[in-house]
């Protein structure tokens, strides 16, 4: 019998899975691992902190803090595993797609420069000099210098490499089937056999609330699929992550690489691309960077991430020793550091984190102490 068993492994569950391995506790993931479901390895690995968020939250405190651990933890990762997860705290251009996007775009600045005075508007002038002339400018574009990225990849690769080093176990091509609660321990039936665990963690994406139908879940999460393209150009020169009010992203990789995001297709668990979706990639990216248009597509995928309303993260206890941990939609690369941390704490220690009330599923209750 393990300790405790995480379902999902993808960043959130691996992170937590990574803290925990610290302890004494037998830890184990478990994972149906079908190609296409992944949204960590298909991410953009956009650590967009700022981009994100136009007033204040917990859930805003939670990501600045987070984007601050990515540093040491990718230093710790190459150290562990040899693999280099490519952090860079390139900068973040951020620009309205149309004139009505400006308002809020404009609220937003106000908002983060309040909160960071490195936050700056961006004159057409200032544009060209910071895109070496590449970006076609719009009504309204903003800087956000700390912002920054990583290959979302590498990141999962490395995370996996980590938690297997550290003696965690892990079920591969292992479906769930069923959460079955006994006198003191879990019962998790699978495809394959039973697994037992004295705790369980629900961290499955877009499928989590769906794992937990003897469950009276208040809030759904449902799947949103999004589509992204990798190319090359060799002469397009742009250091800074490109992000469009419209939800379509450039971010620079190495080797002359730009990957360009993402479609959202709310409840749609799909897989691959449609021709429809990369259609809406190109026309958006090469509108704002016209260099692209004589790009070569490299690779092209979908993943599906885990959506809330108000795309607020799930992360609570709904049972003894039964927790959920989802919903963190296209924030799961970033937020899974200080998540890992503050779960893993959560289970040993019982206290539940002071301002995780507001990722609860009645968003009501208030901080609680489970022995």
């Known amino acids: 019998m393990h300790d405790v068993l995480i379902i999902g492994s993808g960043v959130i569950g691996m992170s937590i899975a990574r803290q925990l391995s610290q302890s004494h506790l037998d830890i184990a993931i478990v994972d149906r691992d079908i190609p296409g479901m992944h949204a960590s390895y298909k991410a953009g690995g956009m650590l967009g902190a700022q981009n994100e968020f136009t007033t204040d939250s917990e859930l ?29 705290q390139s900068g973040l251009i951020k620009m309205a797609s149309s004139t009505k996007d400006v308002e809020r775009l404009t609220q937003q600045y106000d908002f983060l420069r309040s909160k960071d005075p490195s936050v700056e508007l961006l004159s057409d002038d200032a544009l060209f000099n910071l895109s070496n002339g590449h970006i076609e400018p719009t009504d309204l574009a903003i800087y956000i210098p700390k912002d920054g990225q990583i290959n979302a990849n590498h990141y999962t690769k490395a995370l996996l490499q980590s938690v297997i080093q550290r003696g ?34 629900v961290a499955g994406g877009a499928w989590s609330t769906q794992l937990l139908k003897d469950y009276a879940i208040p809030r759904q999460v449902i799947g949103v699929k ?35 995001g993402a479609t959202s297709e709310f409840n749609n668990y799909s ?42 993260p799930i992360m609570d206890q709904i049972d003894d020793g039964l927790f959920i941990i989802t919903g963190h939609y296209r924030n799961g690369i ?18 539940k984190p002071a301002d995780y009330s507001a990722f609860s599923l009645s968003r009501s209750e208030q901080n609680e102490v489970y022995h």
């Open 271 to 312: 897989v691959g691309n449609s021709e429809v979706g990369i259609s809406w990639l190109l026309k958006h990216a090469q509108q704002r960077i016209p260099e692209l248009s004589h790009s070569h597509i490299l690779k092209q995928w979908s993943g599906i991430r885990p959506y809330t309303e108000h795309e607020l």
């Open 168 to 201: 965690v176990h892990r079920y591969y091509q292992t479906e769930v089937q069923h959460i079955h609660h006994n006198n003191g321990y879990y019962t998790v039936t699978t495809h394959q056999s039973d697994i037992h665990a004295k705790k369980v963690i």
């Open 60 to 88: 805003f405190q939670l990501a600045v803090a987070s984007r601050s651990l990515f540093p040491e933890l990718s230093d710790a990762l190459y150290h562990e595993t040899g693999i280099d997860i490519e952090f860079q």
């Open 226 to 260: 999004g589509e992204v393209l990798l190319v090359e150009q060799p002469s397009l020169k742009l250091n800074h992550t490109v992000f469009m009010t419209n939800g379509c992203y450039i971010v620079p990789k190495e080797k002359h690489r730009y990957l360009i």
């Open 334 to 351: 970033l937020l899974s550091p200080i998540i890992g941390q503050d779960i893993a704490n959560w289970l040993l220690s019982g206290i």
